[in-house]
């Protein structure tokens, strides 16, 4: 059996950097908001060219702490992808504004930027971006946009660290870039964690006040706040997988080379472009058989996931919120089958799986 994912192997050839990092904090005996937070935050900041880092307990806090931080009107509209994973539409919602939704590019999976024109109210006043699967959106067109309309900039990171748009890092075009480092992410730690990049000095100090409790001198509180902390011992273990990233991220995108050179033609595979640095968090390929063709590859010992099964407006929890039909994200989470590209895989994997799509029929 060929796993999607398996963070014990992938983990395995750190395990003694690891250790050795979880061992100096226990010993250490300071557990929160200590040296290896900043010490991570300084090396995330200056890894991605961003002049402020700010660890937070998890990716969804950090979208909803960067809005928050924005301190924008409430009820303000902002535009998000129709298809994008349920956390950026839940931020928007938990902050106390309304979710616009724009759909995708069907070619890429990303925001539409040529749709955004249309999306736009009198209310408009950010856009929440999701670079999905590892893949940078359209930022040229994105950031004409923004600048025209003078709106907030948030971008959704959570699955594109390292990705680049014409050599630029995503995470520094917004007003602030915000990172899921879950157990597995390109870069995750070894449970719940996250982060806030910004180059925006007024918004780092209010993010760092609102992660802890709105205060950033002990029992004084200037915000209200949240306890939303990136700790120590997640801090220590990022701090070893950000050494090994750049070793990551060519391994991902070397079995990614291997599927564009060896899947068949009657899958759709992810659209690349010459100014696009792809990190491929997920290698998500499409077809109209999709579920079909997912039991047919499990009986085979391949095991695949979907991103994402339900589209953001078909869920329970947005009944009365997100109204309307939008038939490209209806689409894409209907066909998207995402196929095994991890750091526990190897090419011969990769080569064994491309020989057995060869046969579905």
């Known amino acids: 059996m060929i796993e999607y994912e398996s963070l014990a192997k992938s983990n395995a050839p750190l395990m003694e950097e690891l250790e050795a990092a979880a061992s100096r904090v226990i010993r250490g005996g300071w557990y929160v908001l200590g040296q290896e937070v900043s010490s991570f935050e300084s090396e995330f900041a200056e890894y991605l060219g961003a002049k402020h880092c700010i660890g937070v307990a998890n990716g969804l806090d950090a979208l909803i702490l960067s809005i928050e931080a924005l301190d924008l009107p409430k009820g303000s509209d902002i535009l998000v992808a129709s298809n994008t994973y349920i956390a950026t539409i839940l931020a928007i919602i938990r902050t106390g504004h309304r979710p616009i939704l724009v759909e995708p590019d069907i070619e890429t999976f990303n925001i539409d930027p040529l749709l955004l024109p249309a999306a736009l109210t009198s209310n408009t006043r950010a856009i929440c971006i999701t670079h999905l699967f590892g893949k940078p959106c359209r930022m040229d067109a994105i950031s004409t946009f923004v600048n025209e309309h003078g709106l907030k900039l948030i971008e959704d990171c959570a699955q594109s660290h390292g990705a680049k748009f014409a050599g630029q890092m995503t995470g520094t075009f917004g007003v602030a870039g915000c990172f899921s480092f879950y157990p597995t992410k390109n870069l995750g730690a070894i449970g719940d964690a996250g982060a806030v990049v910004t180059n925006d000095e ?146 011969e994997d990769i080569i064994k799986i491309c020989k057995i799509i060869e046969k579905f029929e």
């Open 202 to 347: 007024e918004l780092a100090d209010r993010l760092r006040h609102l992660r802890n409790y709105g205060s950033k001198q002990k029992y004084v509180n200037e915000y209200i706040g949240s306890n939303s902390r990136l700790d120590e011992l997640q801090a220590a273990m990022l701090r070893v997988k950000l050494r090994h990233l750049n070793k990551m991220t060519d391994h991902k995108r070397a079995l990614a080379d291997i599927y564009f050179n060896n899947l068949p033609n009657w899958l759709t595979l992810p659209r690349i472009r010459d100014n696009e640095y792809d990190v491929f968090h997920i290698f998500g390929v499409r077809n109209d058989r999709r579920d079909e063709f997912r039991s047919w590859i499990l009986d085979q010992g391949i095991k695949t996931e979907v991103h994402y099964p339900i589209p953001p407006h078909k869920q329970a929890a947005m009944k009365n919120i997100l109204n309307g039909h939008y038939p490209i994200a209806e689409n894409l989470h209907a066909t998207e089958i995402s196929l095994p590209i991890s750091f526990s895989h190897n090419g």
